[in-house]
């Protein structure tokens, strides 16, 4: 009997601005001439997935190595509810350049996970609207507002299942190659925020901008200050640090359970969770983590 082509599947992985290594990634099994045969993803994982499905990822990619810090401040509509970004502004972006579908006519099966806030039940979004499917996915707790879709309340996806094999095993997939951004990241945020020399406030204006504000209730209201401890990290860097460990702890509880057939793992530590504006920087990360797991995934592929 003749052996038929298994069906490849990528697992994005959530991770912020880390899932720009996704890119290169994708890159790297192209020119290893990989073929993919679908694609699904979580948080950050969901949105390169989708350019990716759509026929984007060069576009895509374009706008991702331009993004400056101005450019991702400029994102961020402040919200008195829900979350600390509303997201709209960056929805709207994407809407006005990249062309929303509905699932089911992309170039390649695509899917994300979502999280039911009201329920906690992995969500798996499989049609409709690619750009609400994405927003809902990455609706990290406490940073993105969450999304309200049939009934619903949905939030990143992380929560229940941040590199996602099992959905990629639902769609049909005989070889699954996962991307896990969050190894090796447990405890940097927070290093990173401790920094004196300014970097810090290159590097995660986020966690810059929230510290100075932590100040001002401070100087307006002493008594909330403990001036004889050292200072505590912003609210941002404790949300983040707990969003790592999180992710991580999950991840390897899942995996455990749905292994892949090929792992790749980014060296992405230095990197904190609002640097998007260092893409190629993830981009050129993603390419060398597939490199090294090039021959387990040609191994994969070739016992499938």
């Not at 709207?92 to 699932?103: G, L, Q």
């Not at 099992?166 to 699954?176: K, P």
């Not at 401070?218 to 999180?246: G, R």
């Not at 998007?276 to 995934?297: C, D, K, P, W």
């Amino acid at each position: 009997m003749l052996k038929t082509k298994p069906i490849v599947a990528l697992a994005l992985g959530g991770g912020a601005a880390r899932g720009w290594a996704h890119i290169g990634v994708i890159r790297a099994l192209e020119e290893a001439d990989v073929s993919v045969d679908m694609v699904c993803g979580t948080s950050i994982g969901a949105l390169v997935g989708a350019a990716y499905a759509c026929g984007e990822l060069d576009r895509f990619e374009d706008w991702v190595k331009k993004l400056s810090l101005m450019d991702v401040l400029g994102f961020m509509d402040v919200s008195l509810g829900g979350g600390l970004i509303k997201g709209e502004k960056l929805m709207s972006f994407f809407e006005r350049t990249f062309t929303d579908r509905p699932i089911e006519s992309l170039a390649m099966p695509f899917a994300s996970v979502a999280t039911d806030l009201i329920t906690g039940a992995e969500v798996w979004c499989r049609d409709g609207s690619t750009a609400k499917a994405v927003r809902a996915s990455m609706a990290l707790p406490g940073v993105l507002t969450p999304v309200r879709s049939e009934g619903r309340l949905l939030v990143d996806g992380g929560l229940v299942n941040p590199v996602p094999v099992s959905l990629a095993r639902a769609m049909g997939a005989d070889v699954v190659i996962a991307v896990d951004l969050n190894a090796n990241i447990v405890g940097r945020h927070l290093e990173v925020g401790k920094a004196t020399d300014g970097l810090s406030e290159i590097n995660n204006p986020i966690s810059a901008w929230l510290r100075r504000m932590q100040g001002r209730v401070a100087d307006q209201w002493p008594a909330l200050a403990d001036k004889e401890s050292p200072p505590l990290p912003s609210l941002f860097d404790v949300v983040a640090s707990s969003v790592n460990i999180m992710q991580v702890r999950i991840t390897r509880s899942r995996m455990a359970g749905e292994p892949p057939d090929a792992l790749v793992t980014p060296r992405l530590s230095a990197l904190g969770l609002m640097d998007f504006h260092r893409g190629q920087e993830s981009i050129n990360e993603g390419r060398l983590a597939l490199e090294r797991a090039l021959s387990a995934v040609r191994a994969a592929i070739d016992e499938a």
